[in-house]
């Protein structure tokens, strides 16, 4: 039976809730650069398969782009990624970014302090017309060639960012449901902060994730 245009309105933001929280996770091992989540991918540079699993970025020209958004119509979500630091990488490196066809962005990065370490940076934007927010602290440095887990949980409401777990920063966000979209892994989309390190694994979560439940598997 067809729906009234009135109730159709009125029901598709619940319709597109009640399609979030039935999505299950989404989890990307990096083990092909040219197939991402059985997605063909577009591959910047040569970006190098680990014998254990993962991918190597070369800091200048290493990327890949996966075709899909899967934050897309999440109201709250978790996102987890495993990744090495370099030592000798540039200083500011955006290695994750999911990006929908209205502008609204999400991106993990990271800044590297040479000799001591580097620090993370998570970023959300609601599109044309809305205030972002960065979670970053300089102070809050992390051991250079080890691997971590960064993490971005979304709430609906508040962004808080987390490296291995412990809880780093936390900030509130205007964030409307992201349309479909693209991903970028160990770049911008733009082609612009090349990362320079390994990347291992991606998950995202239509809901939030306590740290603490996050497996810790591939360090």
Do not use: C
């Not at 999505?23 to 970006?47: F, K």
């Not at 495993?82 to 066809?101: I, K």
């Not at 987390?162 to 892994?185: F, I, N, Q, W």
Request: charged content about 20%.
């Amino acid at each position: 039976m067809k729906l009234p245009h009135h109730l159709l309105v009125l029901t598709a933001p619940f319709l597109a809730l009640a399609a979030a929280a039935a999505a299950p996770p989404v989890t990307w091992p990096l083990t092909d650069p040219a197939s991402v989540g059985g997605q063909a991918t577009v591959v910047w540079g040569a970006p190098q398969v680990l014998p254990d699993g993962g991918l190597r970025f070369n800091g200048s020209s290493d990327g890949v782009l996966v075709p899909v958004n899967p934050l897309a119509g999440w109201d709250k979500f978790t996102i987890a990624i495993l990744f090495r630091q370099d030592a000798d990488g540039p200083f500011a490196q955006r290695f994750l970014h999911a990006e929908d066809g209205r502008g609204e962005r999400m991106t993990i990065e990271s800044r590297v302090v040479a000799g001591k370490g580097w620090y993370m940076d998570t970023f959300l934007l609601g599109g044309t017309g809305l205030k972002g927010l960065a979670l970053i602290d300089p102070k809050k440095l992390h051991p250079l060639d080890q691997w971590a887990w960064g993490e971005l949980v979304f709430d609906g409401h508040t962004m808080t960012s987390y490296v291995d777990g412990v809880r780093e920063l936390t900030g509130t966000v205007a964030l409307p449901l992201m349309g479909a979209g693209k991903t970028s892994v160990g770049v911008r989309q733009n082609k612009v902060y090349w990362f320079k390190g390994q990347i291992k694994e991606v998950r995202f979560y239509p809901e939030v994730v306590a740290p603490a439940d996050l497996p810790r598997v591939g360090k």
